[in-house]
């Protein structure tokens, strides 16, 4: 019933603020027709200074044949902005009941092949979508900000949303130059917040405690577990640097080290079944490739990250 | 007492392992006479393929005037290489007795100037340097896997090392083309150690809850925080995320998401105090930068960043 995700040539965005400017920007940088929806026309000026600002990367990364900001209409007529759309991405304020009412109205807007993806961080689609005649086709498509850089987009729907939407939205976003995460549950955070937020109040605890400074906490980011993490996850980092025995001989070794006060955060207890998740998954990611090849392509990138950082400062 | 930290042309490497021969290879490549202390001959070999795999990294990120691996000395006798030492690196196995003994004897046979690093992430200095004769000169030199390429090293003393040596250690790493930081506390993990364990442990719940995978965990990081956290610490990213108000904004209208189960991680009380500190480390961080051009700072490294990793995986 979704149309191909490659046939998609129309896309329409909602909202003028730095999320959905952003959003309005990728997408006419990947070659689309955009139609950008802002609640009234004060904010014309708000939603193109996002997009100037986006471009300039955009176009440093690589336009797609034929991407032009000509191919941007903006309206503040929602029913013209979303009658003939193929792929809605919304990003209104992040405030529920304007969420509701509006995805009430989208869901008798548009047509009914077009799926309806929205950018919160912080609602489920399940209380979004509680007054659409049709949620089927709503589904959360997080990004991560600034929206027109970072490709992850987290993909979940709501007790009302067919799978279908959701394997449309992840494949869509793919052929979009997005890199999607389809989620397995409809978890508060999703998975990228929660691991920065975790990471975040540690980091508030510090300097609470005198520990740290907010100068010392991104001093140890950037020049410590950063520049490997755009190269290679947590996962994959511990996995490889363990050598033949990877994750196994990590937490049978280390494991312990869960127990100890490296963080305000209490572990998980390390059951054979946590283990052996870990362990089949770093493998499966692996991919019967050897840990040396995986640390030099890990040091490959992490001397690019290095040199490219370098480089952008001077 | 101690030596300007410009004028160390010898550095003593101690250990054979992924550390130690990494910490060697480092030094190489920054121009020193390294000797670098094994435990018996039969270590030679691994100590030799470390730093194989080291130099292909250090080449590319570019090596010191007249640094040569020819500069590099092995030796299993540890009073000969560390008798005319300048600094020394201690990177032996993290078993608190064979430290403490091992500090023990360095103590004697070192030059009283010469300051000693441990590469240990797991003990403090206040435990290994229990039996020195000269604990003043111990400290904390911890760096990050794989540490021939990130630049952080984190630099704590115990209770019996001396201001002056933590002073001099930093100003030393600091010439030897490494970033310090110098601790305000000697707490357990550091701090770039407790905020990647924070994540970590919040990645290992998600995956015990069936909430996401070891593949989803890296993807998300990988294509999510970590190319923005490369570029700007979490501290700066949220600053400047938030425009004119800053960390104030951040911190007073997201506030309340620290109670959102957002993580398994319980955050801190946000006293009035605390606020003040992140506000205020922020804006010493920003130094009268206006926000935008932080942004476009921002973007210009990570555009840099993923157009580097993108080149590095062709």
């Keep these: 019933m979704y149309p191909e995700p490659e046939s998609v040539t129309r896309v329409t965005t909602l909202g003028a603020g730095p999320i ?6 990728h997408f006419l940088a990947r070659g689309y027709d955009v139609t950008a929806w802002i609640h009234d026309d004060s904010e014309r000026d708000a939603l193109n200074a996002v997009i100037d ?3 300039i990367s955009l176009t440093a990364l690589g336009l797609a044949p034929g991407a032009s900001r ?25 405030r529920l009941e304007i969420k509701q009412a509006l995805y009430a ?10 799926v309806i993806a929205s950018s919160t961080s912080g609602l489920t689609m399940s209380q979004i979508q509680r007054d659409c005649m049709t949620p089927q086709r709503t589904v959360i498509g997080h990004p991560f900000n600034p929206p027109y850089l970072l490709p992850l987009v987290e993909v979940v729907g709501g007790k009302g949303t067919e799978k279908a939407a959701v394997d449309w939205a992840a494949a869509f976003y793919r052929v979009a130059g997005k890199v999607p995460l389809v989620l397995k549950k409809e978890i508060p955070g999703f998975v990228a917040t929660r691991l920065q ?3 975040w109040r540690e ?7 005198g520990e740290a400074t907010p100068d010392d906490i991104d001093i140890a980011l950037m020049n410590g577990p950063a520049p490997r993490m755009a190269a290679q996850g947590q996962c994959m980092a511990f996995h490889v640097a363990c050598g033949e025995g990877g994750m196994a001989t990590n937490l049978d070794q280390f494991g312990p080290a869960l127990k100890w006060p490296w963080t305000r955060l209490e572990a998980p207890e390390l059951t054979q079944e946590l283990r052996d998740r870990m362990v089949e998954g770093c493998n499966a ?3 019967g490739r050897h840990f040396t090849d995986m640390a030099a392509q890990r040091d490959r990138e992490i001397v690019a990250v290095l040199n490219a950082i370098r480089a952008a400062r001077q």
Tied chains: 1, 2.
Excluded at 105 to 114: E, K, N, S
């Design 203 to 209: 980091a508030l605890h510090m300097v609470a405690n």
């Design 53 to 55: 600002t986006a471009w």
């Design 197 to 199: 937020e975790a990471l």
């Design 285 to 287: 990611i692996a991919a």
């Design 70 to 94: 000509g191919r941007l209409t903006v309206t503040t007529d929602l029913a013209a902005a979303v009658r003939e759309a193929q792929f809605i991405q919304e990003s209104a304020p992040e």
């Design 105 to 114: 109205r989208l869901c008798q807007l548009a047509p009914r092949a077009c």
């Design 20 to 25: 959905g400017g952003g959003w309005a920007a």
